[in-house]
Each structure stands twice: as C-alpha cells, then as structure tokens.
C-alpha cells in the first residue's frame, strides 16, 4: 500500500515541478450543512477543502473534511486521475481519523484504495467505483466485498441555475453501503447558482435534495463554495 502513495506523491511532483507547460491550479473550500456522500451521512455541518493540479489531462487533487462536532471524522482523500475528452479513469485514497494516517497493515488501517472509471456524454455522465485494497466492507459471506458504486448524473439549465439530477446504485452486497444486494442508495437533485466576482473568484451557492430508498431517508443539503480558478 505504501507503493501506492509513493507513486501519487511523485506524480504530483512531476506535475507541479512542469509549470512551464501550462499546469492548472484550482483551490477551493465549501461549507456545508452535513457531509452527504453517495446517499449516506457521514458528518454534520463541515468544512471541505480542496486544491488540485492538472497537466494535459493528468490530475492530481487533495479533498479534505473537517466537522464541527467532535464526534465527526476527519476525512483526507487523495485522487490520481487522467482524462481524455469524456473517458476518464482514477484512483483514491480514502483516509479517515480513527487510526494513525501512516498504518497501512491489512486489518488496522483506515485506507481505502478506489478505482474509478467513466464517460462525460456531456448530457449524462456515468461513472463505476470499485474498493479494491484496505479498509473495505463485507458481504454476505463475511468476504472483501470489492464495494462498488454505479451513478449517473445529469446536468441542465433551467430558470438561470445549473441543476444537477443523480441516480447512485450499490450492484452488490456490502456493508460499507448498508447493501444486502443490488439496491439504490442515492436520488438526488440539487441547484447552484455561481456568483463571479472579477472573473476569477466564484462564490457557488447551491441547495439539494438527496433520498437514500435503502435507508429510507432523504436529506436537505445546502452549502456555499469559495473557488479560485
């Protein structure tokens, strides 16, 4: 595991040492009501960083969560990614604070390493995630579960805010999602409205409904984002 994170460090040296050709930066921080990700709570009102450097299609970011509440994790994520026009393929590393961020041992450590794969039609994107290493869930067996997720998103504009609609489906038991079996966990639909500032700084506020069928529960998010691109 420790290969992996050696090679993400050194790709993001490449990129950053490669500013002659045009390497593109972008840093942002969104304050949000609750942590809701991909149909289930995680956390309650937080503070979610991000900065991220790209190069001809190569990616690599760092997304971080910080909540108000004491009994919430701390949450460090690191994505390696390329895309080229709409395929896009990447992986992540998750961590979370309830082990020490440097135990990488099978069965202690709180990684959990992610591939990803998709296509940007414009219209809808489609994107698989599947855990393949760490901190994974179980089936039913009681196995590594390989946890995935399957979701589709689709933009559009109507009466002058960017909406998004969402559909995440678990295709396979796993405890990480709370799936017993194929089932939805995710139906979203969520509306933002960017406010530019000098043409450079945008102030993205944005408000969404999310329901969880498996859980049987639906989520009022609403967030502010400050990005400088």
């Known amino acids: 595991m420790k290969k992996i994170l050696y090679i993400l460090l050194a ?31 995680l956390g309650n009102i937080s503070l979610q960083p991000t900065l991220g450097v790209a190069w001809k299609g190569l990616s690599f970011s760092t997304w971080g969560n910080v909540g108000f509440d004491k009994d919430d ?3 460090l994520d ?19 604070s309830k082990n020490s961020y440097f135990q990488y041992k099978a069965h202690k450590t709180t990684h959990v390493w992610e ?8 219209f809808l994107n489609v994107q698989w995630y ?29 009466a002058k805010l960017d909406w998004e609609a969402s559909l995440g489906i678990v295709p396979y038991a796993t405890d990480s999602y709370k799936a017993n079996g194929f089932c939805v966990t ?8 960017d406010f530019v500032i000098k043409q450079k700084y945008h102030l993205p506020v944005f408000v969404g409904l999310a329901a969880n069928p498996r859980d049987e529960k639906v989520y009022l998010l609403c967030g502010i984002a400050f990005h400088l691109q």
């Open 78 to 96: 690191l994505t390696l990614a390329y895309r080229i026009r709409g395929f896009n393929i990447g992986v992540s590393d998750y961590w979370f």
């Open 115 to 122: 591939a990803n794969i998709g296509y940007d039609f414009g």
């Open 186 to 193: 995710n139906i979203g639909l969520k509306a933002t409205k």
């Open 130 to 158: 599947t855990n393949f290493a760490g901190n994974d869930g179980k089936n039913l067996s009681g196995k590594r579960a390989y946890s995935s997720y399957f979701e589709m998103t689709a933009p559009f504009r109507l």
């Open 11 to 41: 790709v993001a040296s490449v990129v950053t040492a490669g500013a002659q050709d045009k390497v593109e930066a972008t840093l942002g921080i969104d304050f949000v009501n609750q942590y809701l990700w991909r149909g289930q709570k």
């Open 73 to 75: 994790d701390k949450e």
